[in-house]
């Protein structure tokens, strides 16, 4: 069993590797003059091809639930972290959306080039106080282009089951900006481990929040009202025997 994971999980990163070259590299070279819709867009089509190809060879599948609470003005989501999956499926799905994430990664050959076409909001880590700053700034800057901020309010990933505390990042710039806060969890930790290599098969469940309304509201309790719905709905979701 362990070996077939094996196979199917080094077919999936062949897949992984040899497109994003491809991406990244057209990107850059085709669409990084134009408009931030139409690169983005062209560079999420890999997004979407990565979770194609975990059907395909993982045998990893994805239910959505509550996609109609998702406003149809811009917002900031609040959503779960327990691996990279939720990185690739999230910003695809409630694209246009501009992510939060640590700096480094805009170095990485291929994929940080690919990242950069969809204006990401880097900040450095090794900085709290500047990256807080950082974090609102470009989060309302993102909000009144028209573009929703999605940020992982744990900060890093963390394994299926950790208590962690949630930052009020991501509530700071709900309430700046005078946005709703949209609570996202899911179990995508349990198929697709932190750190590990294989991948297991299932069906990762993503369940959307009602919106958390900024007005009259502080990003302390926006950020608490989140957390407590986040892990209450993470529990009732099926784990991997």
Same mark, same amino acid.
């Given at each position: 069993?362990?070996?077939? %994971?094996?196979?199917?999980?080094?077919?999936?990163?062949?897949?992984?590797?040899?497109?994003?070259?491809? =991406?990244?590299?057209?990107?850059? %070279?085709?669409?990084? =003059?134009?408009?931030?819709?139409?690169?983005?867009?062209?560079?999420?089509?890999? !997004?979407?091809? $990565?979770? =194609?190809?975990?059907?395909? #060879?993982?045998?990893?599948?994805?239910? $959505?639930?509550?996609?109609?609470?998702?406003?149809?003005?811009?917002? $900031?989501?609040?959503?779960?972290?327990?691996?990279?999956?939720? #990185?690739?499926? %999230?910003? +695809?799905?409630?694209?246009? $959306?501009?992510?939060?994430?640590?700096?480094?990664?805009? !170095?990485?050959? =291929?994929?940080?080039?690919?990242?950069?076409?969809?204006?990401?909001?880097?900040? &450095?880590?090794?900085?709290?106080? +500047? @990256?807080?700053?950082?974090?609102?700034?470009?989060?309302? @800057?993102?909000? *009144?282009? !028209?573009?929703?901020?999605?940020?992982?309010?744990?900060?890093?990933?963390?394994?299926?089951? *950790?208590?962690?505390?949630?930052?009020?990042?991501?509530?700071?710039?709900?309430?700046?900006?005078?946005?709703?806060?949209?609570?996202?969890?899911?179990?995508?930790?349990?198929?697709?481990?932190?750190?590990?290599?294989?991948?297991?098969?299932?069906?990762?469940?993503?369940?959307?929040?009602?919106?958390?309304?900024?007005? &009259? !509201?502080?990003?302390?309790?926006?950020?608490?009202? @989140?957390? +407590?719905?986040?892990?209450?709905?993470?529990?009732?979701? &099926?784990?991997?025997?």
């Amino acid at each position: 069993m362990i070996i077939l %994971l094996a196979l199917r999980a080094l077919l999936f990163y062949l897949g992984f590797a040899l497109t994003i070259i491809w =991406f990244s590299t057209t990107g850059i %070279l085709l669409f990084s =003059f134009l408009p931030y819709s139409i690169r983005s867009s062209y560079v999420l089509c890999w !997004n979407r091809f $990565v979770i =194609f190809w975990l059907r395909c #060879t993982c045998g990893l599948k994805v239910e $959505v639930i509550g996609a109609e609470n998702l406003p149809a003005t811009p917002y $900031v989501a609040l959503a779960k972290h327990q691996s990279s999956w939720e #990185t690739y499926f %999230l910003q +695809q799905f409630l694209a246009p $959306v501009s992510i939060v994430l640590k700096r480094e990664l805009l !170095n990485l050959p =291929f994929f940080g080039w690919g990242l950069r076409l969809t204006d990401p909001i880097a900040i &450095d880590r090794g900085s709290p106080k +500047q @990256a807080l700053k950082q974090t609102l700034e470009k989060g309302k @800057a993102r909000v *009144a282009d !028209n573009i929703s901020v999605l940020i992982f309010p744990e900060g890093t990933r963390n394994k299926a089951g *950790a208590e962690v505390k949630y930052a009020r990042g991501g509530a700071n710039i709900a309430v700046a900006s005078g946005v709703p806060a949209v609570p996202i969890a899911h179990n995508g930790g349990e198929f697709w481990p932190s750190g590990g290599f294989l991948k297991y098969p299932g069906t990762i469940t993503v369940k959307i929040g009602k919106p958390i309304s900024s007005v &009259d !509201n502080d990003s302390r309790e926006i950020t608490e009202q @989140a957390r +407590q719905w986040i892990e209450a709905e993470v529990e009732k979701m &099926d784990k991997r025997a």
